[in-house]
C-alpha cells in the first residue's frame, strides 16, 4: 500500500480514537464530536481516491467525493445516505455563526456511520478495497 494512502489511514484512525474517547467521556463534546465523525469519513474517502490516482479537488463535500469514488465503483452509491447526515458536520459545525449543538443521539448516530463508512473501506496487507456492508 502507498505510504501517503496509509498516512490517510492513519489521520482517519486518530479522528475516530479522538470520537470514541470523547462519547466515553461525562461531558461530551458533540459538536466536535460530529465534526471528526465528518473528517474520519472525508480522510477514508480521500485515501481511496488516491490509490486510484484519482485526483480530487480540496474540498470537505462528502457527496461531491462520493461522486468521484463512484466513478471508479459503482458500489459507493451505498453510503449515500450516510454521507447525507454527515457532511451537515463538516464546516459549520466547527464556528459559532450557523452553529449548533447536536445532541448526544445525534453523536452517536455520527459515530456508527463513520464505523459503517470504514467498513466499507478495509484494509489488508496487500490491498485497499471496498467491501459493501452486509
Do not use: G
Not at 489511514?9 to 466515553?24: G, R, S
Not at 458533540?30 to 486510484?52: G, M, P, R
Amino acid at each position: 500500500m502507498n505510504e501517503l494512502v496509509e498516512d490517510w489511514i492513519q489521520k482517519a484512525e486518530n479522528d475516530l480514537l479522538n470520537v470514541k474517547n470523547n462519547l466515553n467521556s461525562i461531558d461530551i463534546p458533540t459538536d466536535t464530536v460530529c465534526f471528526h465523525c465528518h473528517q474520519s469519513t472525508e480522510k477514508y474517502i480521500k485515501a481511496y481516491l488516491i490509490n486510484k490516482n484519482k485526483h480530487f479537488p480540496k474540498i470537505h463535500n462528502l457527496l461531491r467525493l462520493l461522486e468521484l469514488c463512484k466513478e471508479t465503483d459503482k458500489d459507493f452509491s451505498i453510503l449515500k445516505d450516510s454521507l447525507l447526515i454527515l457532511n451537515d458536520f463538516s464546516v459549520e459545525i466547527r464556528y459559532p455563526d450557523d452553529w449548533f449543538e447536536p445532541t448526544e443521539e445525534d453523536a452517536r448516530e455520527a459515530y456508527y456511520l463513520a464505523k459503517k463508512a470504514k467498513k466499507f473501506v478495509e484494509c489488508d496487507n496487500a490491498n485497499y478495497r471496498f467491501l459493501l456492508i452486509k
